[in-house]
């Protein structure tokens, strides 16, 4: 079956918001979809405005990974976000996208789950990675900018990544319309982004999450720059934190900025 087109006209067609989305710019080919919805920003493009390209050539993953998928494989995408709470909120917004991102893949028919902060798991491996970087101007934020790349129909995986990544298409031999995932994800972060500025917290969408959390009651090791730990992790507290109890009782709260957490025995 012919791949359905993926272009800025179709996606324009499927997304169904108010602000998320409702601006697109696609290219054949970027650097980064990031560094793309950066300069977007410095050109003033405005909130909920999104890049979308079909192939990165330098795509980037948190702490300077790399992030590499074929051409017409996946959805690769950055929103910029101008919001006007204080910035030190704003890392709470990739815990949103990636509660977003696993609820779409939950809307494509698939079990989705969240590996801690952000990345999306199925059968135990990365579906989704997510990537959100700011800017800070006299104190306030001038953009925030949350990539999100999604294995659609990769029917192959490079044997770096071969045992703890997979995709929608691997997981059941089926392939999807890319415009309808992306939309999907586009909604549910609208939604959860509307929550989050309630509270300018994540107590309306704790639960959501905790719910959807892989690592959840479960033995962790916590890759942490200053020496790496193990405990068990109880979800997520309404700012966004990992909370692990030790072996020795005490209990840590565990921010996203410098650590991986890992699951014992695998990936998660
Ligand atoms: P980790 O997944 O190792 O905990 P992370 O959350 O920091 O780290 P990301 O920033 O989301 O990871 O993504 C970068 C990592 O994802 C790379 O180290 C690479 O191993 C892996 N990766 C790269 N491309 C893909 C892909 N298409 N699918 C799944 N994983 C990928």
Request: charged share 25%; glycine share 8%; with cysteine.
């Amino acid at each position: 079956m012919a791949e359905t087109m993926f272009d800025q006209t179709t996606i324009l067609h499927a997304v169904h918001t108010k602000w998320a989305g409702k601006t697109v710019h696609f290219a054949e080919e970027v650097d980064s979809t990031n560094e793309w919805a950066k300069r977007l920003s410095r050109e003033g493009e405005v909130h909920g405005a999104l890049a979308v390209a079909e192939f990165q050539s330098a795509g980037k993953g948190r702490l300077g990974r790399k992030w590499t998928a074929p051409v017409g494989s996946s959805v690769m995408m950055s929103i910029l976000l101008r919001p006007d709470f204080e910035p030190r909120l704003a890392p709470m917004l990739t815990i949103v996208m990636g509660l977003s991102a696993a609820q779409a893949v939950e809307r494509m028919g698939i079990k989705a789950c969240i590996k801690w902060p952000n990345d999306v798991v199925v059968s135990r491996k990365k579906i989704c990675g997510i990537l959100t970087e700011m800017s800070v101007k006299e104190g306030k934020i001038d953009y925030v900018v949350i990539g999100c790349g999604i294995n659609v129909n990769l029917e192959a995986l490079p044997e770096d990544i071969a045992d703890k990544a997979t995709s929608l298409c691997l997981e059941t031999g089926k392939t999807y319309d890319r415009n309808k995932v992306l939309a999907k994800v586009l909604e549910c972060f609208e939604g959860n982004y509307e929550q989050f500025e309630k509270t300018k917290d994540l107590t309306l969408l704790q639960e959501d999450y905790n719910r959807m959390l892989a690592n959840y009651g479960q033995t962790v090791r916590v890759l942490d720059p200053l020496g790496a730990y193990e405990g068990i992790a109880y979800g997520i507290n309404i700012s966004g934190e990992l909370l692990v109890e030790k072996a020795d009782g005490e209990r840590v709260c565990v921010g996203a900025g410098e650590v991986s957490v890992r699951g014992l025995y695998s990936y998660v």
